[in-house]
């Protein structure tokens, strides 16, 4: 071997640095592809907007909904009891005894009262 087949092979403590500098770059930034992808989908999952917010608004549709199809139910009845009410004299006599306690004439009224014991 001559000096000048010496000169050509790189030296070993030149390379290092520079691959240790590009590892610690690659790292740094694969560290910092993790620390950004776990605030996304953390974001994703408990943020305003996110995974459990949409789980809560779907609840809450679903007791609007019932509460919505209950109130309908009701509003058809009253809207039926108030058609009964102008159209049948006998919806109206059973309304007027069951709200005020009304008898007709000849019949007897008999209050039964509960007595607690003491």
Do not use: C, W
């Not at 943020?47 to 609007?64: C, M």
């Not at 005894?97 to 209050?111: A, Q």
């Amino acid at each position: 071997m001559t000096e000048s087949d010496d000169n050509l092979e790189p030296a070993p403590a030149a390379i290092a640095p520079k691959a240790t500098l590009a590892s610690r770059g690659r790292r740094l930034l694969r560290h910092a592809l993790v620390f950004i992808t776990a605030v996304i989908i953390i974001d994703a999952i408990a943020g305003e907007k996110g995974l459990l917010a949409l789980l809560q608004a779907r609840k809450e549709y679903s007791a609007l909904e019932r509460s919505l199809e209950r109130a309908r139910t009701e509003n058809a009845e009253l809207r039926d009891m108030a058609r009964r009410l102008r159209e049948d004299p006998a919806a109206i006599e059973e309304q007027a005894r069951r709200e005020l306690g009304l008898i007709k004439p000849g019949e007897v009224l008999f209050i039964v009262k509960d007595i607690s014991k003491k």
